[in-house]
Nanobody, 122 residues
Framework: QVQLVESGGGSVQAGGSLTLSCAASGSSASQSCMAWFRQAPGKEREGVASIYPSGRTAHYVDSVRGRFTLSRDNAKNTVYLQMNNLKPEDTAIYYC???????????????WGQGTQVSVSS
């Protein structure tokens, strides 16, 4: 079982940057795909980015590609979501997740963090 703890949310103006961190613990943490999802008020949860256990390959939803970068430090069992050029539509609660599949549409993410709020003002 993997446990996840997120940090790094906050409030910024449009065009600003934030970095989210997700520290994983548990016996299968290093072998798990890690991902970030987000949910805005009144909207469904969507996958934002995912990264393979090796850290060499990441996937992004079209709306953040080129602005967000997901990286992984396996020595620390931590993933980092660097978010640049933030837009008001990026406002949401961001959740870290872990699971056996790195597909953002997968329903196999079986460990979730508590969520961290990101607010972007215009």
């Amino acid at each position: 079982q993997v446990q996840l703890v997120e940090s790094g949310g906050g409030s910024v103006q449009a065009g600003g940057s934030l970095t989210l961190s997700c520290a994983a613990s548990g016996s299968s943490a290093s072998q798990s795909c890690m991902a970030w999802f987000r949910q805005a008020p009144g909207k469904e949860r969507e996958g934002v980015a995912s990264i393979y256990p090796s850290g060499r390959t990441a996937h992004y939803v079209d709306s953040v590609r080129g602005r967000f970068t997901l990286s992984r430090d396996n020595a620390k069992n931590t993933v980092y979501l660097q978010m640049n050029n933030l837009k008001p539509e990026d406002t949401a609660i961001y959740y870290c997740a872990a699971g056996p599949s790195c597909h953002l549409g997968s329903r196999t993410y079986n460990a979730w963090g508590q969520g961290t709020q990101v607010s972007v003002s215009s």
